[in-house]
């Protein structure tokens, strides 16, 4: 097969002249290797819109399992002599960023990290708090132009993100269980972070810990059987979520998978984040949302906080709301980064809409070069502004 027929296959036949004296093996090869590689090799060769280059690799992984395109085996290098050692590496500055609520399937939510030079950020890492999209091709393609820019990614699930009773979704799943297990599979391909993963930069170090969860209807104890009932009748969750028959309560089963983390004990300070709310402090009070108050029955859980006290965190990300909040309470920072929907941005103003602007320095919430620091917005916050003086 020849580098013009699979491009006319893809649709992708203005792309012959920028990939002229390329051939499939060697690029074969280079899937072989890493996924990643090949989509740098691509942006390399000329191919700048990333949709493209996800086409062509896939249709080239394609068309190698089924026999249409080989690859050739490296031929042995020559033994040269080995070079003296280098003296070690002094150590960088790493930084943390996070963000959640990506909602990837909306063009202008897309724009922000693409802008974002591939390669800019390998020192750094950042966490990407949950509802990425339902849309499985999607999902993939968001953490594959994350994993471009960015050292280190981390995810945790969010709702959107299990959402399987869409026709859209990609594929069939029989419940939203087994969409979380695919999610965590393709992590795994894209070496996206799902378990606690330690941080090491020039001044210090962090563990950076997901916490899975759900939420539940008694999160801030003012439930009432008409607002459970609206909820149902409201949040596309209870329509777009499909749950094993012998799961009780779905906060329970899900925070479940965090219990191997509890028993770990961990040698420099915890950063923990979660797609849910783990207080009921870290958003408007029920009252302030008239009729829609019944949303508070739908956004957290307190087994998250529970377990984010069990880890002793410093720090703890979340998202969900669409508020971007910060807090300090007890001894611990909560931040939320969210971008939101595009005509969020236009009714009400957030600090995080500033990412459209190509500043992604509002999501930074560590730094190795100041790694005692856990306060991401010092000049907001209470404790360090205030500190004999609760926040209003």
């Not at 996924?35 to 086409?55: N, S, T, V």
């Not at 974002?116 to 499985?136: N, Q, R």
């Not at 091709?137 to 995810?155: A, I, N, P, Q, Y």
């Not at 919430?365 to 916050?381: G, H, N, Q």
Request: net charge negative; charged share 25%; glycine share 6%.
């Amino acid at each position: 097969m020849h580098t013009h027929e699979l491009l006319g296959e893809l649709q992708l036949s203005h792309l012959s002249e920028t990939m002229n004296g390329q051939a499939l093996f060697e690029l074969v090869n280079i899937l072989e290797r890493s996924r990643l590689e090949l989509l740098q090799h691509l942006r390399d060769l000329g191919i700048e819109k990333l949709a493209e280059r996800q086409r062509l690799a896939n249709g080239l992984g394609k068309a190698h399992r089924e026999g249409r395109v080989g690859f050739q085996a490296p031929l042995q290098p020559i033994e040269a002599p080995r070079p003296a050692p280098l003296a070690p590496a002094k150590k960088r500055e790493r930084k943390l960023y996070a963000v959640s609520d990506l909602h990837w399937d909306h063009e202008a939510n897309q724009s922000w990290l693409h802008r974002i030079p591939d390669g800019s950020h390998m020192d750094d890492a950042i966490i990407v708090a949950g509802d990425i999209t339902h849309k499985m091709d999607m999902f993939r393609d968001c953490l594959t132009c994350f994993k471009l820019k960015f050292g280190e990614v981390f995810w945790v699930a969010g709702n959107h993100d299990l959402w399987v009773c869409r026709q859209d979704v990609g594929m069939e799943f029989k419940t939203s269980v087994d969409k979380l297990e695919w999610c965590l599979q393709v992590c795994s391909e894209l070496n996206v972070r799902t378990e606690p993963t330690r941080i090491q930069g020039s001044g210090g170090s962090v563990w950076v810990v997901p916490l899975y969860g759900w939420y539940n209807s008694d999160f801030d104890g003012q439930s009432t059987e008409e607002s459970r009932k609206q909820c149902q009748e409201n949040m596309s969750d209870t329509y777009l979520c499909a749950w094993p028959e012998d799961v009780r309560t779905v906060d329970e089963m899900l925070a479940s998978r965090n219990t191997p983390v509890l028993a770990r004990s961990f040698d420099a300070p915890v950063i923990s984040y979660s797609h849910f709310l783990p207080r009921p402090d870290l958003m408007p009070p029920r009252a302030r949302w008239g009729y829609r108050s019944f949303i508070c029955d739908a956004v957290g859980s307190r087994l998250l906080e529970k377990q984010i006290r069990q880890l002793n965190s410093k720090l703890h990300i979340f998202g969900h709301t669409h508020i971007n909040w910060d807090a300090y309470h007890d001894g611990i920072h909560y931040v939320q980064n969210a971008v939101r929907y595009p005509n969020e941005r236009v009714y009400w103003r957030s600090r995080v809409d500033e990412i459209q602007e190509n500043d992604i320095s509002t999501l930074l919430v560590w730094s190795s070069d100041k790694a005692d620091k856990f306060c991401p917005l010092p000049e907001r916050c209470g404790k360090c502004n205030w500190p004999s003086k609760p926040r209003t």
